[in-house]
């Protein structure tokens, strides 16, 4: 069995903090490095399974780590001292820095959790492939702007390194079962897709859409929010290069395929849904059928994203199944449409020339 050295960029809630510490739901209006940490649970233990979705899994990049026999946590980097010294309590590892860049040259991990806020990503993701890691995860979002997104997958393709932008839903094993049941002919030749946003940073429908976007309108798009963020909040419609379409539309399911011989749906309250259509005494209906395990089943935290990046190492996988190159498609996307809505709801095209475009997102992210 091969053996990495792996390090987390980050030890805020994804880092490490989820799997000590009960949520603050505070907001805060501080920075990262200057906001209270909550009362701690260093020697919290975790029930782990062989299972997916098993209970007792933990959230967090640094167990996620520590949950895979081929990983050897060695470091971590973190602007705030105290959470380094947790850490090192928690994990016996001294090896830790206030510096990410240092990190990286010093310590040379193969695997890298980059759970910075958004602006942070794009130069360690890249600075990380430049020290020799193999596989990298990072948080959500993925980037701010188009270029940085383009710096990211570019660099991390030339070298071969896996990487997963975000531990979402997509990320969970019941994705990939969904795609196999499409691409097997379950529901018949794909007509549709729908899903209730764009959603660059949890987007479960680019993971289904097979060639690149060529067009999109939007419209509805709110001005910027308070809290700073401006994601697109309209709806939508993409229609890619092969001709499938995508409606993003207010109330529907996290996302949706519609075939011309049933469907198939994921909701986060009632999880996957097939349906078939099939010959009955009233004539061919489409009914519901039971779902092919595994289901979907919380948590779905780091686990899995690392769980892709491991299987694209070990040549069981091409790529994450929330890959850098769909969050960024996603992104350009999420972008488009609020030119488009900003226009009226006219028709634009991708890609997008200018690669400067961005999204703004709460400084906390």
């Given amino acids: 069995m091969s053996k990495y050295r792996g390090a987390v960029i980050g030890l805020g809630w994804m880092g490490m903090l989820y799997d000590l510490a009960q949520r603050i739901s505070d907001r805060f209006e501080v920075d990262d490095i200057d906001r209270p940490t909550p009362p701690l649970d260093v020697h919290r233990k975790f029930h782990y399974h062989e299972s997916p979705g098993k209970e007792g899994l933990p959230t967090s990049y640094a167990e996620a780590f520590l949950d895979r026999p081929e990983i050897d946590l060695v470091a971590a980097a973190d602007r705030d001292k105290k959470r380094l010294a947790v850490f090192s309590e928690r994990f016996d590892i001294q090896a830790t820095y206030t510096d990410a860049a240092e990190m990286l040259r010093q310590e040379k991990p193969d695997i890298v959790a980059v759970c910075t806020n958004t602006k942070n990503r794009h130069e360690f993701t890249c600075l990380a492939v430049e020290y020799g890691a193999k596989g990298i995860v990072t948080e959500k979002p993925m980037a701010h702007s188009l270029e940085e997104a383009d710096q990211m997958v570019r660099a991390c393709a030339e070298s071969k390194v896996p ?85 993003f539309r207010a109330g529907a399911p996290g996302v949706r395929l519609t075939g011309s011989e049933g469907e198939i749906a994921f909701d986060y309250n009632t999880r996957w849904k097939l349906q078939q259509t099939v010959d009955t005494a009233g004539g061919r209906k489409m009914v519901e059928v039971p779902w092919p395990e595994p289901q979907f089943l919380d948590p779905y935290g780091a686990i899995y994203s690392l769980a892709d990046v491991m299987d694209c190492l070990a040549g069981k996988l091409d790529e994450p199944k929330n890959s850098g190159r769909r969050v960024a498609v996603a992104l350009e996307v999420e972008i488009a449409l609020k030119q488009s809505s900003a226009q009226g709801g006219a028709r634009i095209d991708l890609p997008l020339a200018d690669r400067s475009l961005r999204l703004n997102y709460d400084w906390f992210r």
């Fill in 163 to 247: 990487l997963s932008c975000g531990s979402i839903t997509t990320t969970h094993p019941s994705f990939a079962q969904a795609k196999e049941l499409v691409q097997n002919g379950a529901i018949g030749e794909v007509i549709s897709m729908e899903a209730d946003g764009p959603f660059a940073q949890h987007q479960n429908w680019s993971y289904f859409l097979e060639c690149p976007p060529a067009w999109v309108i939007g419209t509805g798009d709110p001005p910027r929010q308070e809290s700073g963020s401006d994601e697109f909040k309209g709806q939508g419609f993409l229609v890619a290069a092969d001709g499938m379409t995508v409606h």
